[in-house]
Nanobody
Framework: VQLQASGGGLVQAGGSLRLSCAAS????????MGWGRQVPGKEREFVAA????????YYADSVKGRFTISRDNAKNTVYLQMNSLKPEDTAVYYC?????????????????WGQGTQVTVSS
């Protein structure tokens, strides 16, 4: 599966952005999906996950209550709605996919990672 993230940009603190990740392939609905983020010099941080049906989700404590992950299996797309953004949310955001369809938590749990999209939050 190939993944392409989009929707990043520059936003002021307190603002919102919605990231999208388009996936190729006919079996998208069988994949667990997730989002991670990375800043230079640091390890990639896992922030959100969703099961193949969308019925189960997971959020890291750092984003819980502010970010929402969702998916549209008819469009082969997963989303990350980011509200109340903070400067510490600044990072390159990556989407990920794994054929084991239940919620997968953690960067090593995903077999596929796409190219990232830059999110910059100004103070």
């Amino acid at each position: 599966v190939q993944l392409q993230a989009s929707g990043g940009g520059l936003v002021q603190a307190g603002g919102s952005l919605r990231l999208s990740c388009a996936a190729s392939g006919r079996t998208f609905s069988r994949y667990a999906m997730g989002w991670g983020r990375q800043v230079p010099g640091k390890e990639r941080e896992f922030v959100a996950a969703i099961s193949e049906s969308g019925g189960s989700t997971y959020y890291a404590d750092s984003v819980k209550g502010r970010f929402t992950i969702s998916r549209d299996n008819a469009k082969n797309t997963v989303y990350l709605q980011m509200n109340s953004l903070k400067p510490e949310d600044t990072a390159v955001y990556y989407c990920a996919a794994d054929p084991r369809g239940e919620v997968r938590i953690g960067v090593p749990s995903y077999d596929y990672w796409g190219q990232g999209t830059q999110v910059t939050v100004s103070s």
